[in-house]
């Protein structure tokens, strides 16, 4: 996520400038066959562009504000599990009189949070964290999952025996969150805790499933394939007919001008193209870098920061005084 003012425009013309490169290729050709090859025939009426145009905006703003949408809810899921973690640290701490099994219970917690960030940052086929423009990006910010193993991460929350236990286990967050309920289920059977205070930790438990699963769900579940490739199909359909829909209307410009730009104002079609093409084509790549909001770009929900801040909160409801500290941006982004 970026915590800064904004994005310079230097760092978003790096970042989109491979398609820039494409769009002076796609603006060049028909220029040199019209100009220079003679080709005058080869322009396209500007109402099929115009229209063509008109429905590409849409499917573009449709994209976006649907993975807009997807960035939003996965930062809501957060934002509860912050509000439901830090509850769960106060009961298991003022619910019974054992501290043991209080540190048990928040540094399994913590561990089943690190479980979740490190299963979320995962790659996934349809995820853009891979496309080059994307990786170059990456020198700017760190992605905190991958500098760690998660064998080694969990190492510090959790006792020998049950880490053996969960490693070979494919989704460990909800192995982790089963121990936890064995563990209170323990305390209710010894005593320690009375029924109404087993059902509310347990009731904490299941929202701790429901909000896993969301997360899961934008995780494993795509933005829709079939709308994905019409928006691209129908935006660099756009930017391959846009010059050829201008020719004309630039060639006729000579018949009113002066001075030396008379005569070849038909070139100018290479640059304005570019600029419209480039709006379109950046709006596309602006939604697919916010579609999937765990997969480790810079517009992800940062959820190695909030991992971090709830292991420092939980740990300081211990009493702890040696913590981790908390994660700083990097060129104004944080995950």
Known sequence: MHIGKSYRLSEFLIWTRRK??????LGLLPVLLYEVFGLKWLTVPWPVVALLGTATAFTVGFK?????????????V??????????????????????????????????WLTAMRYYLREDRVWESTSKKHN??????YSIPEREASLDSELARYLPDHELELILPIKNKATQLLAFQS????????????????LVEMERVIK??????????????????RQYAIINTFFVWLFCFLLPFGILRDFDQLNHIVAGPLRGHMVWLVI?????????YTSLEQVGESTENPFEGSANDVPISQMGRQLEI???????????PAELQPQHDIIL
Not at 94 to 110: A, Q
Not at 271 to 279: D, R, T
Request: no cysteine.
């Open 271 to 279: 640059p304005f193209s570019m600029l419209i093409s480039w709006m």
């Open 64 to 76: 976006n504000t649907q993975t807009y949408n997807r960035a939003a809810e996965g930062q809501k």
């Open 20 to 25: 820039t490169y494409a769009l002076f290729i």
């Open 135 to 140: 990786t170059e990006y990456q020198q700017f």
């Open 182 to 197: 064995r563990t209170v289920k323990a305390l209710y059977e010894n005593g320690e805790i009375v029924v109404l205070q």
């Open 207 to 224: 929202d701790f499933f429901l909000q896993q699963g969301k997360s899961e769900q934008l995780k494993d579940s795509p933005y829709p």
């Open 313 to 323: 909160e939980l740990r300081q409801m211990l009493g702890e005084v040696d913590l």
């Open 78 to 111: 957060w934002t509860d599990l912050l509000s439901l973690s830090r509850y769960w640290g106060i009961i298991s701490l003022d619910f019974f009189n054992n501290p043991p099994k209080s540190k048990e219970l928040i540094y399994r917690h913590i561990a």
